[in-house]
């Protein structure tokens, strides 16, 4: 943390002295020059993209949706539900919010409130909660109170139940400045690549977003002892005020022509095009041809599911089959989530283009949160209405994503699949893992942190999770599943040990530690 601060007070001095080379905004979206809210905006959405995209890396090898194709032993410690000692590998999004968004936010949020940019509160407000909920369920403690005292060389960490609870405070205020109106009229400059890079300023569907933001952090709390008496009924409320259609999804904007303004899972932005993290996993593969309610297509070369080769590269160069990664294995010849390399350069597929959005937050994604809470409550009737479109909105999302030489997927394409074997026929027919499975396919490729949640939440169970390969003895590094990622190395682990040593974290199972969400614990 230390080292943080240092960086961060060099950065001030820098601004005050009139650096502009150093602060250009254009060049170091993490340093700004100025610090009004107008010009921070855009480089803060920006990091938000990027910082959570490059831990999702490691999330997606616990979850087994996208895995290694290298034969290299430290390609393969996330995939054992181990760490990298010493590193700061999986720390990127510790680094997020405490620097990358960090002060930055702190002062736009400031400027907004104090000169009534009201629009820009409430978007701060709202990024605010996004990041510490994001941050709690990828680490467990995390620096609350104490964030960005800059007369501390040393942080106290607070545990889950006070980070939800804050962040549902930070829900509140954005929801507070969504009601009130600037004297200023900012639309202009939110609605511009300078501005507002999710929603161009659209205000009501922040209103959604902050809504969407409340029933996935409720649904994390299945295990509480009162959950069904407590939190059922906000999440269907909640969802119901969120996202309305595919419309509504949150996705961080790009232009695509350089690798700064590239899609952020695209091989122009670079953090893929390593083999330790392309491979799709083979759970998605089999979800997607028949593994949802009966047993998968062995060398599947279709399925009745079209969303499987608009998802999906088949393995062209060998057998022109479908295959999927295992964990712990090389997977040398499951083909790249990138598509084709064609001139020295990946083509993109799906959500893995240069110029596509990135999903932060989706209205399939939260339809399954509702079907998921409502079936607990004991109202499957209501969960299969939210299961069904569900289904047919991330076909939706899917055709979002093809490029021009792909065939959108046809109304009589999801009314096929709607009448196949995949998908429940009735209310009194749908099963938890038929809300979950289509969950991990609405999710793959970019909701990592919440399909993390989901596993861990079921403690890993496989009636749940039906094509999650199970792991045991020497396929786990400790013996049992991943709960938490250790806070970032360089900031917490050199400088910030008596903390640690209070929660347990310098024991390197603490990683399977189960944090506060997944337990009964009020």
Same mark, same amino acid.
């Given at each position: 943390m230390r080292r943080r601060f240092y960086i961060i007070v060099v950065a001030v001095l820098m601004v005050m002295s009139?650096?502009?080379?150093?602060?250009?905004?254009?060049?170091?979206?993490?340093?700004? @020059? %100025?610090?009004?809210?107008?010009?921070? %905006? +855009?480089p803060i959405i920006a990091q938000m993209a990027s910082g959570y995209s490059q831990d999702q890396r490691q999330m997606n090898k616990f979850n087994q949706s996208i895995l290694g194709g290298s034969s290299d032993v430290s390609s393969k410690v996330w995939e054992k539900h181990g760490f990298p000692e010493r590193s700061d590998v999986g720390g990127v999004m510790w680094r997020m919010v405490y620097f990358d968004l960090g002060l930055n936010l702190e002062r736009m949020i400031k400027d907004a409130v104090e000169n009534e940019k009201y629009e820009y509160a409430a978007i701060g407000?709202?990024?605010? +909660?996004? !990041?510490? @909920?994001?941050?709690?369920?990828?680490? !467990?403690?995390?620096?609350? #109170?104490?964030?960005f005292r800059s007369n501390q060389l040393s942080f106290k960490y607070n545990d889950q139940p006070e980070v939800y609870a804050k962040v549902r405070q930070w829900c509140d205020s954005a929801l507070l400045y969504l009601d009130k109106k600037s004297p200023i009229d900012y639309s202009a400059s939110l609605n511009s690549v300078k501005g507002d890079n999710l929603y161009r300023g659209n205000m009501e569907q922040w209103r959604r977003f902050v809504y969407g933001?409340? +029933?996935i952090q409720y649904i994390h709390l299945i295990n509480k002892q009162d959950f069904k008496n407590k939190y059922v009924d906000s999440i269907a409320r909640f969802v119901d005020l969120s996202f309305q259609s595919i419309t509504d999804d949150a996705g961080v904007k790009f232009t695509g022509d350089k690798s700064a303004n590239a899609n952020v899972v695209s091989a122009l932005f670079g953090i893929y095009t390593t083999s330790y993290y392309n491979r799709a996993g083979k759970p998605i593969v089999n979800y997607l041809t028949g593994g949802l309610r009966g047993t998968p297509i062995e060398n599947p070369k279709s399925s009745t599911d079209p969303r499987l080769s608009r998802m999906l590269m088949m393995n062209n160069a060998k057998d022109s089959i479908y295959i999927g990664g295992e964990p712990n294995v090389t997977n040398s010849t499951v083909p790249n989530i990138l598509g084709e390399f064609v001139n020295n350069t990946y083509q993109g597929k799906f959500i893995f283009r240069n110029t596509v959005d990135f999903p932060l937050m989706t209205y399939a994604q939260l339809q399954l949160v509702k079907a998921e809470a409502l079936f607990i409550k004991g109202d499957k009737s209501g969960a299969y209405d939210a299961y069904q479109k569900a289904i047919v909105a991330h076909m939706n999302f899917v055709n979002r994503y093809i490029d021009n030489k792909e065939v959108a997927i046809s109304l009589n394409d999801v009314k096929a699949y709607l009448e196949g074997g995949d998908v429940a026929k009735s209310a009194a027919d749908l099963t %938890?893992? #038929?809300?979950?499975? @289509?969950?991990?396919?609405? @999710?793959? !490729?970019? !909701?990592?942190?919440?399909?993390?949640?989901?596993?861990?939440?079921?403690?890993?169970?496989?009636d749940v999770f039906k094509q999650y390969i199970p792991l045991s003895g020497s396929q786990l590094t400790y013996n049992d599943y991943c709960y938490r990622v250790r806070p970032r190395y360089n900031s917490e682990y050199v400088w910030n040990e008596k903390e640690l040593d209070r929660w347990g974290a310098l024991d390197p199972e603490y990683v399977i530690k189960p944090t506060w969400f997944v337990t009964s614990e009020n």
């Open positions: 009139g650096c502009r080379k150093y602060l250009d905004i254009n060049e170091n979206p993490s340093n700004p @020059q %100025l610090v009004k809210a107008e010009l921070l %905006l +855009a407000y709202a990024i605010k +909660a996004w !990041g510490y @909920q994001s941050l709690t369920d990828y680490h !467990g403690p995390i620096i609350l #109170d104490e964030a933001l409340k +029933a %938890l893992a #038929d809300i979950m499975g @289509q969950k991990y396919i609405v @999710q793959w !490729g970019w !909701g990592g942190l919440e399909q993390w949640c989901d596993l861990r939440k079921y403690h890993y169970n496989p």
